[in-house]
Each structure stands twice: as structure tokens, then as C-alpha cells.
């Protein structure tokens, strides 16, 4: 997906569109999963992991050569669209997956969350690159091409290293609606704090290639740009895999947040190419830490046989915010100046602030 969004963004910027169709395209990134995100619970608890993760292969592929045959604004819109879809039902499948096994073998959740994660900041980081370096070089049909290699490769190489297909079920799959999980303590905190936390992700996406882009940065300066935040998020993950168990959910997630908030009120200011990507770096070492931990947080305070539900919930949210917030940094960039979207997303964090005071009994990362 990371290769299909960074491509779909620079070709708009080529064609002449202006931020407010970046936003747009953004937002329907995030529309599939939003839609998609308590069904794909469902079919996480029901399924497993394979009958999911091999219909969002299908989906990917779809959104990824629609684009490559006809590249065209409607075309842009299925792929968006597709590829959304695809990660929303895989990345729920996958998340419920690590929640289970966790479970059964008694291990951290949180550090193997952050093994699992490693995953999409490499896909963040190589896909940034390879997508410039085909563009600046061959063409954006190249660029588009090697999107529609990447799902079905993934699963196929998640396929040929599996070992059971389906963990044992040790409890029936809940009837009762995602919904009614909201009753649970700590559950709206959590996911308020996340909304927000992957907004501002969503809002360093917007601007690196749209300021770059006025800047006159090529298409390669721009794919650094977004690789340095990457592997900055790939770096931290790391980090909490070695060190698991030393710091709260609370602790975490306000440090994230404190440093997120500072950098986005800069970062637009920073100067040239290192600049930018110092400000990415600090931006991916804060942002790369809540997956991990919001994950495990989640699977904690949920009841194990509807760990796929709380997933899906998550994922509804996270999106349903994702769908409204790029069209509006759209807007809010062409009136008040690039930057608008960063400082809105500061803003919005010391807002959201005293959320995380319902964290102070969260255990850190124990076992799901």
C-alpha cells in the first residue's frame, strides 16, 4: 500500500492537482477500513489468519493495477480504495493473530507487536525510495508496477513460513456487537489517544511530498524524506523488542505525544533536506512507538475471544478519522500554509492530553 500511496500522491502533484486532491485521495486510503474495520474483527475471530490475509491479497492487487492500466483519477480512486481495504482485513487478521499467540505461549504482546510492526516501517521505508527512484528514472507506470508485485509476494512469503493454520480455539467467537466493548475501562482513552497519534502520522504523509513538492525537491529527495521517518519508526520498534517492560503504556504514549506536538509546531520552518528529515527521524521514533503499544493495551483490557473485535474497533476508528482528516488538511494547507495540518495535530494532542491520565494503572507489556 505504501508503494501504491506514495506514487498515487506524486503523480497528482505532477499531473498540476493541487493539496485538496492529495486530500482526497488520502482520505479514501482510509475509507476502506473504516467501513471494513469491525467486519474484518469478525472475520479475524471466525477465520483465523489465512482466508483474511489472502482476500486482502486479491484486494491489493486490484487497487494496485487498476492504476497501472489506465492511470487516471477514477482509477486512483479504486486503488485507493482497494489497497485500503486490503490492509484494513490483513492488518486485523495478522494483529488478532499475534494477541492469541501471545496468549498461548504466555509472552509479552507488546514485544511481539513490535516484532509484527517492523514489518509495515520497512514496507514505509524501501517503499518511499523505490517508488521515487522509479519515477525520477523510469516513469510513474514503473512506480505503479512494482506496487502490484509487493501483496501477493507478502502472503506468499507469510505462507511459506507457516505452521499452524488456525491456533486451536480455546472459546466460542462472540455474538455480541464490537460496540458493547466501549463499556470496558480504559477502551475509549485508548482509543481516542490513538486517533490522534495516527492522524499526526497521517499528517507528516500529507505534507513531506506536498512541501517538498513546493520546494522543488525531486521525486527521490522526497522518498528520503519519508524513508528517514521510517526507519526511525523501524529503530524504535527495535528498541522495544530489546527493552520490553521497562516503561508504562502511560509513560510511552505521553512521550510520543509530547514529542510529536513539538516537532509538528517546527517542522515546516526546518531547514533544507537534513533539516526535514531530522524532523521525520523525531517524528518516527515517537509516532513508531504506539502501535506496539496500543495494541497490547487493547488485547489486555479485552477478553481474549474477542480480541479480533477490539482490533477491528480500533481499526474503524483510526480510519473513520483518517477518511475526514487528509480532506481537511487539504483545505486547512491551502489556506493557512503547509504546516496547517502539523499544527492542527499539535493542537489536537495537548487537547486530548488529560485522556492519558486513565492509563496510570495500565500495566506496561505483560501478556495479553
Same mark, same amino acid.
Given at each position: 500500500?505504501?508503494?501504491?500511496?506514495?506514487?498515487?500522491?506524486?503523480?497528482?502533484?505532477?499531473?498540476?492537482?493541487?493539496?485538496?486532491?492529495?486530500?482526497?485521495?488520502?482520505?479514501?486510503?482510509?475509507?476502506?477500513?473504516?467501513?471494513?474495520?469491525?467486519?474484518?474483527?469478525?472475520?479475524?475471530?471466525? $477465520?483465523?489468519?489465512?482466508?483474511?490475509?489472502?482476500?486482502?491479497?486479491?484486494?491489493?492487487?486490484?487497487?494496485?493495477?487498476?492504476?497501472?492500466?489506465?492511470?487516471?483519477?477514477?482509477?486512483?480512486?479504486?486503488?485507493?480504495?482497494?489497497?485500503?481495504?486490503?490492509?484494513?482485513?490483513?492488518?486485523?487478521?495478522?494483529?488478532?493473530?499475534?494477541?492469541?499467540?501471545?496468549?498461548?505461549?504466555?509472552?509479552?504482546?507488546?514485544?511481539?507487536?513490535?516484532?509484527?510492526?517492523?514489518?509495515?516501517?520497512?514496507?514505509?521505508?524501501?517503499?518511499?525510495?523505490?517508488?521515487?527512484?522509479?519515477?525520477?528514472?523510469?516513469?510513474?507506470?514503473?512506480?505503479?508496477?512494482?506496487?502490484?508485485?509487493?501483496?501477493?509476494?507478502?502472503?506468499?512469503?507469510?505462507?511459506?513460513?507457516?505452521?499452524?493454520?488456525?491456533?486451536?480455539?480455546?472459546?466460542?467467537?462472540?455474538?455480541?456487537?464490537?460496540?458493547?466493548?466501549?463499556?470496558?475501562?480504559?477502551?475509549?482513552?485508548?482509543?481516542?489517544?490513538?486517533?490522534?497519534?495516527?492522524?499526526?502520522?497521517?499528517?507528516?504523509?500529507?505534507?513531506?511530498?506536498?512541501?517538498?513538492?513546493?520546494?522543488? $525537491?525531486?521525486?527521490?529527495?522526497?522518498?528520503?524524506?519519508?524513508?528517514?521517518?521510517?526507519?526511525?519508526?523501524?529503530?524504535?520498534?527495535?528498541?522495544?523488542?530489546?527493552?520490553?517492560?521497562?516503561?508504562?503504556?502511560?509513560?510511552?504514549?505521553?512521550?510520543?505525544?509530547?514529542?510529536?506536538?513539538?516537532?509538528?509546531?517546527?517542522?515546516?520552518?526546518?531547514?533544507?533536506?537534513?533539516?526535514?528529515?531530522?524532523?521525520?527521524?523525531?517524528?518516527?521514533?515517537?509516532?513508531?512507538?504506539?502501535?506496539?503499544?496500543?495494541?497490547?493495551?487493547?488485547?489486555?483490557?479485552?477478553?481474549?475471544?474477542?480480541?479480533?473485535?477490539?482490533?477491528?474497533?480500533?481499526?474503524?476508528?483510526?480510519?473513520?478519522?483518517?477518511?475526514?482528516?487528509?480532506?481537511?488538511?487539504?483545505?486547512?494547507?491551502?489556506?493557512?500554509?503547509?504546516?496547517?495540518?502539523?499544527?492542527?495535530?499539535?493542537?489536537?494532542?495537548?487537547?486530548?492530553?488529560?485522556?492519558?491520565?486513565?492509563?496510570?494503572?495500565?500495566?506496561?507489556?505483560?501478556?495479553?
Amino acid at each position: 500500500m505504501a508503494t501504491t500511496r506514495v506514487t498515487t500522491t506524486l503523480w497528482l502533484l505532477a499531473q498540476g492537482q493541487g493539496e485538496v486532491m492529495v486530500g482526497v485521495l488520502l482520505a479514501l486510503v482510509a475509507l476502506a477500513p473504516a467501513l471494513l474495520g469491525a467486519a474484518a474483527g469478525a472475520w479475524a475471530d471466525r $477465520y483465523g489468519l489465512w482466508k483474511p490475509t489472502w482476500m486482502a491479497a486479491v484486494l491489493s492487487l486490484i487497487g494496485s493495477a487498476a492504476p497501472l492500466l489506465w492511470p487516471s483519477l477514477p482509477t486512483l480512486v479504486l486503488g485507493a480504495i482497494g489497497t485500503g481495504g486490503a490492509i484494513a482485513i490483513a492488518a486485523v487478521a495478522i494483529q488478532r493473530e499475534v494477541a492469541q499467540r501471545a496468549l498461548v505461549q504466555g509472552v509479552s504482546s507488546q514485544r511481539m507487536y513490535s516484532w509484527v510492526a517492523l514489518g509495515p516501517a520497512l514496507s514505509n521505508t524501501v517503499s518511499p525510495l523505490v517508488a521515487g527512484a522509479l519515477i525520477d528514472h523510469h516513469s510513474h507506470a514503473a512506480a505503479f508496477a512494482a506496487a502490484v508485485l509487493m501483496a501477493p509476494l507478502g502472503v506468499l512469503l507469510l505462507h511459506a513460513h507457516r505452521r499452524d493454520p488456525r491456533p486451536p480455539q480455546t472459546h466460542r467467537v462472540s455474538t455480541r456487537p464490537a460496540w458493547d466493548l466501549l463499556r470496558l475501562p480504559r477502551l475509549l482513552p485508548l482509543l481516542l489517544i490513538n486517533i490522534m497519534l495516527a492522524a499526526a502520522w497521517d499528517a507528516h504523509a500529507f505534507v513531506v511530498p506536498v512541501l517538498g513538492h513546493a520546494r522543488g $525537491y525531486s521525486a527521490s529527495t522526497i522518498g528520503v524524506i519519508l524513508a528517514s521517518f521510517a526507519i526511525a519508526a523501524a529503530v524504535v520498534r527495535l528498541l522495544i523488542i530489546r527493552f520490553s517492560g521497562r516503561w508504562s503504556a502511560q509513560g510511552t504514549l505521553r512521550s510520543a505525544m509530547a514529542v510529536t506536538a513539538g516537532v509538528s509546531l517546527v517542522y515546516v520552518w526546518l531547514p533544507g533536506v537534513a533539516g526535514l528529515m531530522l524532523g521525520s527521524t523525531l517524528l518516527g521514533l515517537a509516532l513508531g512507538s504506539v502501535q506496539p503499544t496500543i495494541l497490547s493495551s487493547l488485547t489486555q483490557a479485552t477478553p481474549s475471544p474477542r480480541h479480533g473485535q477490539v482490533l477491528g474497533l480500533r481499526m474503524l476508528a483510526t480510519n473513520g478519522a483518517s477518511v475526514t482528516l487528509p480532506m481537511g488538511f487539504g483545505v486547512l494547507a491551502g489556506v493557512a500554509g503547509v504546516g496547517g495540518p502539523l499544527w492542527l495535530m499539535a493542537g489536537l494532542l495537548l487537547a486530548v492530553w488529560p485522556a492519558t491520565r486513565a492509563l496510570a494503572h495500565s500495566n506496561g507489556p505483560e501478556a495479553s
